[in-house]
């Protein structure tokens, strides 16, 4: 009997943790502001312009 309850807590447990994680990351996710986006697409283009050369 141990065995199933067992089984049970690592089947349900599993999904019900990962889920948990996913919400927590997305609730504690913070927007970019207008400034922080243009920086990262300087930095994205001049990293793409170091490549080519």
């Known amino acids: 009997m141990f065995e199933n309850n067992m089984w049970l807590i690592?089947?349900?447990g599993g999904p019900l943790l990962l889920?948990?994680?996913i919400a927590?990351?997305?609730l504690t996710r913070r927007?970019?502001?207008?400034?922080e986006?243009?920086?990262s697409?300087?930095?994205?283009e001049r990293?793409?312009?170091e490549?080519?050369?």
């Open 24 to 26: 927590y990351a997305l």
């Open 41 to 44: 697409d300087r930095a994205t």
């Open 19 to 21: 889920a948990i994680l």
């Open 31 to 35: 927007d970019r502001g207008p400034a």
């Open 47 to 49: 990293l793409y312009r």
């Open 37 to 39: 986006r243009r920086e």
């Open 10 to 12: 690592v089947v349900a």
């Open 51 to 53: 490549q080519r050369d």
